[in-house]
């Protein structure tokens, strides 16, 4: 019988894919905090303010108006589009200066993913409120929507220029969605 078979693996060579091995858990798990920040904001931001105002009658007055709904959506995916641009400036700079998380990459892949993330948010929640008739109904729908934002946080852009492509084809798709519900309710 060979003791050493039973004894625990010894010189065991590490390779990180992100971090390094100075990193904490916190660190490491930093990416997701910044994506589940980011995504939730501008979350219920935009589509809090959507339903309230369509609960208002605000959207009532607008769809009585000869403006196309892709139009409404337009101006309203410029400015929350815009609001999340500076969502994600802030939540960055807080993350990364006050808090410390650490960033071995490039800033400017970061900032560009994060506000990708933001713009899709924007457009998936237009279509989550012009499909929600009260502000509850956003805020449980958020739930099933922040689970893939966990999962989108990467590397370079190589590593994850296929997932950016997908995220913009979901802007588009969620915007197209949106502005196809907003001509069913004018309807």
């Known amino acids: 019988m060979n003791a050493s078979n039973y004894l625990p693996i010894e010189d065991m060579e590490t390779a990180y894919l992100h971090g390094n091995e100075d990193w904490r858990m916190f660190d490491c798990y930093g990416p997701v905090f910044i994506g589940i920040f980011l995504c939730v904001f501008t979350f219920i931001t935009s589509g809090m303010s959507l339903v309230t105002e369509r609960m ?15 139009q409404i959506l337009g101006g309203y995916t410029l400015a929350f589009g815009l609001l999340a641009c500076l969502q994600s400036t802030i939540i960055l700079w807080v993350a990364l200066t006050f808090i410390g998380f650490p960033n071995e990459g490039n800033v400017g892949l970061v900032v560009f993913t994060c506000i990708t993330m933001a713009m899709v948010s924007v457009a998936l929640s237009l279509l989550v409120s012009g499909l929600a008739t009260t502000p509850f109904q956003v805020i449980q729908l958020i739930l099933l929507f922040v689970v893939p934002q966990i999962l989108l946080c990467g590397a370079n852009l190589a590593t994850v220029g296929f997932d950016l492509a997908i995220l913009w084809g979901f802007l588009a798709l969620f915007f197209t969605l949106a502005a196809a519900s907003f001509r069913k309710k004018r309807a």
Request: hydrophobic residues 40%.
């Open 56 to 70: 208002g009658g605000t959207m009532t007055r607008f769809l009585a108006t000869p403006v196309k709904a892709g």
